[in-house]
């Protein structure tokens, strides 16, 4: 009887079974090495013409001279994937500056700010207070075109804000709309929604001068929230700052 048995127990498929099972469900998880891998970091050019030096901001004297300066900028990862270079324009003495986010499609492809749809809205939003788009000067945070228009990141926006700075010191605007989240967080450092501060005036120093500046909706918001109390709270803010800038060309 007992030899009979002793076959049945020593039968090896059940551990057969249980140790090939990891090994194919280990082939088919390439995760690991997948993450293993190294991250590509940009490194911006050490030329002059590729990375302009604060020096060269600094001693532009009109906005033509900083333009020149800067225009080959490849400080960030925006610069290798740029059209143009969206530098601003307007009024270089324009007592109304608006700064929005920085270059879309349009943009890009003209080298202009403010060109494409949300543009055309915001000539009539300058219109309704009684200007011409010349007349005022606008510029953005950033310079080049985010890929697919997202959001520029800080350390994009913190490559490019010297320059901003310098423009705002050379126009010496009485008064600064900025347009939308990303110039009132970048510029002013304030980081509150948009919807919670549009409309209450803030202050940024900029050159030693101490500037007023009214917060309000991006026109690309506008248009995608075409309603009336939109557009009424758009018009409120500039109208504002129409009338503090009327009020400090008079003073």
């Known amino acids: 009887m007992g030899l009979v048995r002793e076959p049945l127990q020593a039968a090896p498929a059940p ?15 390439p995760a690991p090495t ?14 002059a013409i590729g ?24 400080a960030c990862p925006l610069g290798p994937g740029r059209l143009k270079f969206v ?14 986010e920085g270059p879309g499609r349009d943009e890009d492809l003209q080298g202009r700010p403010f060109v494409g749809k949300a543009g055309e809205l915001l000539d ?3 219109g309704a207070i009684g200007l011409r788009r010349d007349q005022t000067y606008i510029a953005n945070v950033v310079k080049c075109r985010p ?3 997202r959001t520029p990141t800080s350390e994009e926006a913190a490559a490019c804000l010297g320059y901003l700075r310098r423009q705002i010191e050379l126009i010496r605007p009485a008064v600064i709309v900025t347009l939308g989240a990303t110039p009132l967080r970048e510029l002013v450092g304030v980081s509150e929604g948009i919807t919670r501060v549009r409309g209450q005036w803030k202050r940024v120093v900029v050159g030693g001068r101490e500037i ?5 909706f991006h026109p690309a918001y506008v248009l995608r929230q075409y309603t009336q109390d939109v557009r009424r709270a758009v018009w409120e803010d500039l109208k504002a700052a129409k009338e503090w ?4 060309e008079g003073a």
């Open 15 to 29: 551990a057969v079974a249980t140790e090939t099972a990891p090994a194919r469900h280990a082939v088919a998880r």
């Open 34 to 47: 997948t993450a293993s891998r190294p991250i590509a970091v940009y490194a911006p050019p050490t030329d």
């Open 51 to 74: 990375c302009p030096t604060t020096e060269a901001v600094a001693g532009a004297t009109s906005l033509q001279e900083l333009q020149l300066a800067i225009q080959g900028c490849l």
């Open 87 to 100: 530098f601003g324009e307007g009024d270089p003495s324009a007592r109304l500056l608006f700064v929005g």
């Open 124 to 126: 009539k939003m300058i």
């Open 147 to 149: 890929p697919d228009n």
């Open 212 to 216: 007023p500046v009214m917060p309000t």
């Open 245 to 248: 800038a009327d009020k400090a």
